[in-house]
């Protein structure tokens, strides 16, 4: 039996196929592209647009890890309908969902979460409603957005991190390799069920954040809050413009929050044992320079 990873040439699930092989597991990874090659993994072409492709391949998986692509909020939730039918046809005997930094409803958090109506929603409410055992891997934001051109670039050459929330703004950081681990870990804990938070904790603001990035440069680093527009213009060349919108508003909506920290109730250091990598720990993982 073997484990299915979504975007196994990407962000999010080329660390997961890593992690899983380095354990000596067997992986299929998911690509559109047949001709692609996954380090230690099977390459299986399948596309989120097919219910039918993605039943196959998950049929007889020990374990499927999912998360829902950057595009526009109408194909996201179309793709979450299709991975629910698939997960509901072949009854994989674990699923993992990762959303993403997307918010999700969670035990013991008040903060404002979506109608329901969301992608992120169709496919956790979907998953509970398959019988299948699954866990809901849930990040506020990822370190790695910090590697975007127009985001380290002027840290490096400016000494300013810009970024679209304010100085003050606790928020609970989490890398694409602290997914990984919690995701392996998540396979092998099929106790654990619902939602687990993924973060650092405490929380830490901007300033903190860029002092960690100074650090690691060898200079002195200033953050400096931008507009959720200003942000959107610089993203819109690297993810166009319907998905730069979207991820503005996001920026606008969290602005209104006291902060995007993990529940610690909740966390993966509570509920698997897995304690996120700090900002410094990570900049170092990565070889930062």
Avoid: C
């Avoid at 354990?23 to 647009?49: E, H, I």
């Amino acid at each position: 039996m073997t484990y299915v990873i979504h975007g196994a040439t990407g962000a999010q699930g080329a660390p997961v196929v890593a992690a899983l092989t380095a354990a000596g597991k067997p992986v299929d990874g998911l690509t559109r592209n047949a001709d692609a090659v996954v380090p230690g993994a099977r390459v299986v072409a399948a596309g989120y647009s097919s219910a039918e492709e993605l039943t196959r391949a998950y049929r007889g998986a020990e374990g499927v890890f999912v998360h829902l692509p950057v595009t526009s909020e109408e194909d996201r939730r179309t793709y979450a309908r299709n991975i629910v039918a698939a997960v509901h046809a072949a009854q994989p005997a674990r699923v993992v969902f990762s959303t993403s930094g997307f918010t999700v409803d969670s035990p013991g958090d008040d903060r404002k979460r979506d109608s329901g109506e969301s992608a992120v929603s169709i496919l956790a409410n979907g998953l509970v409603d398959s019988g299948v055992s699954h866990a809901v891997i849930a990040p506020e934001l990822f370190f790695e957005n910090l590697l975007m051109p127009h985001v380290i670039g002027p840290a490096r050459e400016q000494g300013v991190l810009r970024y679209p929330l304010p100085a003050g703004f606790p928020v609970s950081w989490a890398s694409h390799l602290d997914i990984a681990d919690v995701a392996v870990a998540l396979f092998e804990r099929t106790d654990v069920s619902g939602v687990v938070s993924v973060g650092q904790y405490p929380a830490i603001t901007g300033r903190e954040l860029a002092e960690a990035f100074g650090a690691r440069l060898g200079r002195s680093v200033a953050y400096q809050a931008i507009t959720p527009e200003e942000f959107r213009v610089s993203l819109a060349s690297l993810i166009g413009e319907g998905p730069a919108a979207d991820v503005a508003d996001s920026y606008r909506a969290m602005g209104a929050l006291p902060d995007r920290s993990i529940i610690p109730e909740r966390s993966a250091q509570k509920l698997v044992g897995v304690t996120p990598r700090t900002a410094s720990q990570w900049l170092a993982d990565i070889g930062l320079h």
